[in-house]
């Protein structure tokens, strides 16, 4: 599959540093499913997370979001160490994702789970939104208006309505991208956007991905089994093994890479 970037394959500036990882381990008992990993993510970036299964790729996002604790190293976003984090507090300061398995309400409609994706943007305690009067109102007229802009965004108006367990499964990744997109995070974690599709949901997809990227400026860290789908979307790729990080640098230097090779690229998934 070859994608056009729309500003064609530019290599871009980045600098700026988001967010630092140094000497990250985490176990579980006796399973190290991350040891001593050093990377960063840099503002604008579109940051590939591969390897093979068990790599520590899940594990890597779940730390980043706060989800996991890891036993040992420095996490740094914006300049500044986090202390102690929490998928809320990973959320309330910019980082948002999407799930390996799908995990929306699937008796919801697609319109609803979206705007849930908004509740951290909520001011507005339950009580004003109940009685739905002044600032209250006009901020659910604005929430809405976001909400709708990012379902046109993804092309998905079709689906409004419709409960998101009914809708085939490419159509609930895209509507686990709009949840996430509606929290306007500023770096936005995608573990496995386009596991289980056929390839034009992939294309698709892939496409979304670079104008969420190009268009809103979102940064993001991406996990992805397809290799050709990764060399097309990535500016930097990270390459785990058995918890530990065998490459890292542009698509161009890592497919080189022997190590690279021996671990993944060379064998069949
Ligand atoms: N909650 C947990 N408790 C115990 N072990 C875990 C837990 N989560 C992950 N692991 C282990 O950590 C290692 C890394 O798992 P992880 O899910 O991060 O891999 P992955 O690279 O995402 O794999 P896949 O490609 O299959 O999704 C594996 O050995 C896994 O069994
Ligand atoms: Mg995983």
Known sequence: MTLERPGGKRRRHLDEVLLALEGVSLRFGGVNALSDISFDIRKGEIRAIIG?????????????????????GTIRWKGRERRRMNPYLAASTGIGRTFQNIALFKGMSTLDNVMSGRALKMRRGLFWQLVWIGPARREEIEHRRRVEEIIDFLEIEHIRRTPVGKLPYGLQKRVELARALAMEPELLLLDEPMAGMNLEEKEDM??????????????????????????????????????????DGTPQKVRREQAVIDAYLGVAH
């Open 52 to 72: 093979p299964n068990g790599a520590g790729k899940s594990s890597m996002l779940n730390v980043i979001n706060g989800f996991y604790q890891p036993q040992e």
């Open 206 to 247: 892939a496409r979304f991905i670079l104008e969420v990227n190009e268009q809103f400026g979102t940064t993001i860290a991406l996990i992805e089994h397809d290799i050709g789908v990764v060399m097309d979307l990535s500016d930097r790729i990270v390459v785990l093994d058995y918890g530990r990080m065998i490459a």
